[in-house]
């Protein structure tokens, strides 16, 4: 059949949102659907022996089981392939299984890894109390200090790994310095740029090997899924997605189809994420009951510069102290707004607010906090879709009680 499908398109070539739209979908779909299908199936079938053969001998490329991946799945990472400008995506049920799947998949007993200490906690958590059980050595340096990543590195360092910017306190990696160390020493570099977005950071063009994203975040953007994605050399991921297959960390085609569904929207949502963001920043840093505002967007935060030079937009998440408020009184100010909800994460549409010290380390002693910089007034807003004075005369009732 020839006509407009058969016209040619580099849409994993494309600007973002016509690469969010259309990369990685095949134009001539199902019962010429626009949309793609959902294949609920655990196992894909085979008309005979000499079939199965050609399939074993690598000659016919086609789906076996569902833990080896499923078709709405391969759309998705397509698209975020296109997305992130890399080669290859390997998607995840979750971003935890994202970061345990290429970290087993990378690292043997004796393996040394070095990490800012503002990444992840649970990337910590996973490095410092398990993969130490395997013989992975972890070195952890504070966050943005290259002097001290440089003399962490030995023979036996494997990876190099940071968020950018990180959360709660927003610090922003040079990621072209970051990348500029691992190539230095012959070891790969991980980014985590869930807070970035492919939208405000381009950690690929920067010289890093691997980013990844919880897409239950701003890649998912609704709140209403878990999903991990890694982007990077097609051959570099090659043996993590086969031990993707052993671990079983696939998503469901129902959940990659709500995902693929997301991000059709994802570079309209980022634009109005980064305008809140930065609305809801300057509001807050000239607000006289706020000590402090970190917003990598506001000329006051200590990596702004690093931020306006490699950023295309600051994002929707703030973080904030307010002034004089001891941690109940902080808690009213959260209990005050009226739009945000209560609720861990971040990047959906709905906005959501939380006081880290009852949130996340609630169970930690107050020196731990302190050494964590997590202080008692301080408040984490990752602002929504909403509209933008819908949300700065909530904070401003908030702030006024
Ligand atoms: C949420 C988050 C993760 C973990 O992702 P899940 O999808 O919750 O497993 C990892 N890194 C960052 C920066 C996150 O915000």
Redesign the pocket.
């Known amino acids: 059949m020839s006509g407009k499908d058969d016209q040619p398109y580099e849409f994993d070539k494309a600007r973002l949102s016509t690469a969010a739209v259309h990369a990685g979908e095949e134009r001539q779909k199902n019962a010429s659907s626009i949309t793609d299908p959902i294949f609920c199936a655990s196992t894909y079938t085979f008309p005979d022996s000499a079939s199965v053969i050609e399939f074993v001998e690598h000659k016919l490329p086609r789906e076996e089981y569902g833990r080896y991946g499923n078709p709405s799945e391969r759309v998705v990472e397509r698209k975020l392939a296109a997305l992130e400008g890399g080669e290859a995506a390997l998607l995840f049920s ?4 994202a ?1 345990v799947g290429l970290l087993m998949a990378k690292l043997s007993g004796g393996d040394e890894v070095v990490l800012f200490n503002e990444c ?1 906690h ?2 910590r958590e996973l490095c410092a109390k398990h993969l130490s059980r395997f013989g992975v050595v972890t070195h952890e340096v504070p966050a943005c200090d290259y002097e001290a990543m440089e003399r962490a590195i030995t023979p036996r360092t494997r990876l190099l790994i940071s ?1 950018s910017p990180t ?1 709660p306190h927003l610090s922003v990696v040079d990621l072209e310095r970051f990348a500029g160390l691992g190539r230095k020493h012959g070891v790969d570099t991980l980014i ?1 740029a ?2 970035g977005t492919p939208y405000n950071v381009r950690p690929i063009e920067a010289g890093i090997d691997y980013v990844l994203h ?1 897409a ?2 701003y890649l998912g953007g609704h709140n209403d899924l ?3 994605v890694i982007i990077g050399p097609t051959d570099k991921l090659e043996p993590v997605r086969k031990l993707r297959g052993i671990l079983g960390s696939v998503n469901s085609p129902h959940n990659v189809y709500l995902l693929g569904r997301g991000l059709k929207t994802f570079e309209l949502r980022m634009e109005r994420h980064n305008a809140n963001g930065r609305a809801v920043a300057e509001f807050l840093a000239s607000h006289p009951r706020i000590e402090r505002v970190y917003y990598p967007g506001l000329e006051t935060h200590p990596y702004y510069d690093v931020a306006k030079r490699t950023m295309r937009g600051f994002g929707g998440l703030v973080t904030f102290l307010v002034k004089d408020a001891d941690w109940k009184q902080t808690a009213a100010v959260v209990d005050a707004v009226r739009i945000p909800r209560i609720a861990p ?2 990047g959906g549409v709905e906005s959501l607010i939380e006081q880290p010290l009852v949130m996340s380390y609630y169970e930690c002693t107050p020196e731990e906090r302190r050494q964590f910089g997590i202080p008692d007034n301080m408040i984490r807003l990752s602002c929504g879709v909403e509209n933008t004075e819908d949300l700065i005369a909530d904070l401003t009732q908030a702030l006024e009680r």
Do not use: F, P
């Not at 979750?94 to 299984?97: I, Q, T, V």
């Open positions: 979750s971003g935890m299984a970061v992840y649970r990337t968020e959360n985590d869930t807070l919880s239950t975040k878990l999903a991990g994460s971040l």
